[in-house]
């Protein structure tokens, strides 16, 4: 079984300020995480995901994440918020391999960002 | 390419009620799923499908059914409708049941159930 705990439900930042919103998860097997990103009124919009390779991943809109498998982190950065940013953010983890492999989500973040 | 498709966008029910929320994704994706995201809960999963004929559940699949008769649709049916599933509702779909595909979501259904 797999979970995802996304601390606070709401974070402000200024604009120009680094964004940091976090994210851990517990899993039984070695997963693949993935930040997902939903606007006002839409659907979710994959921001980046770390399958294998780098652990420093880098995804759309100057956001990036690193895998931390000792600290089960993964851990949303960007350097400089802009007020498009606000949205909320969702964590998600899935085991990769598995017949009942399945997508988990965190209970969501929203970012504000203020002028 | 119109991607993953839902409709309707909003729909009122009275408990009792009966409907079928529509997905359709034209990306000749193998796995789909739907979705229903409440507030402060994060996204849960309802039903899923690895395949034309195959379905399966997630984790709250009581009161809801699906089936998959194409690979481009997979309809979301709601037998009586509960105050308890009023949300938005979400279908995604992805290549193939590989852990690593990106799931893509469509716009979302917003639910009421009076």
């Known amino acids: 079984a797999q979970s995802v705990t996304q601390l606070g439900s709401h974070v402000s930042v200024s604009e120009g300020a680094l964004v940091l919103l976090r994210c851990n998860y517990s899993s039984s097997v070695p997963p693949y995480l993935f930040w997902y990103v939903q606007y006002p009124n839409q659907g979710l919009q994959l921001l980046l995901k770390y399958t294998t390779g780098a652990t420093l991943v880098k995804g759309i809109n100057g956001f990036e994440a690193e895998f931390k498998k000792g600290e089960t982190s993964f851990h949303l950065t960007k350097p400089s918020a802009h007020m498009s940013d606000a949205a909320e953010y969702f964590c998600a983890v899935r085991p990769y391999t598995g017949a009942n492999s399945k997508l988990t989500f965190g209970k969501g973040i929203t970012l504000s960002v203020r002028p | 390419n119109a991607g993953v498709t839902q409709t309707p966008k909003f729909q009122v029910l009275k408990t009792g009620q009966s409907m079928t929320l529509q997905c359709a994704q034209d990306m000749n994706h193998e796995y789909m799923s739907w979705y229903r995201q409440d507030p402060g809960m994060g996204l849960r999963l309802i039903h899923y499908s690895v395949g034309a004929g195959i379905t399966d559940q997630g984790e709250v699949p009581n009161g809801y059914n699906v089936s998959r008769s194409t690979t481009e649709d997979f309809p979301l049916r709601l037998l009586s409708a509960a105050p308890s599933q009023t949300s938005v509702y979400f279908c995604?779909?992805?290549?193939?049941?590989?852990?690593?595909?990106?799931?893509?979501f469509g716009p979302g259904t917003r639910l009421t159930v009076l």
């Open positions: 995604a779909s992805s290549y193939s049941r590989d852990a690593a595909d990106t799931q893509y």
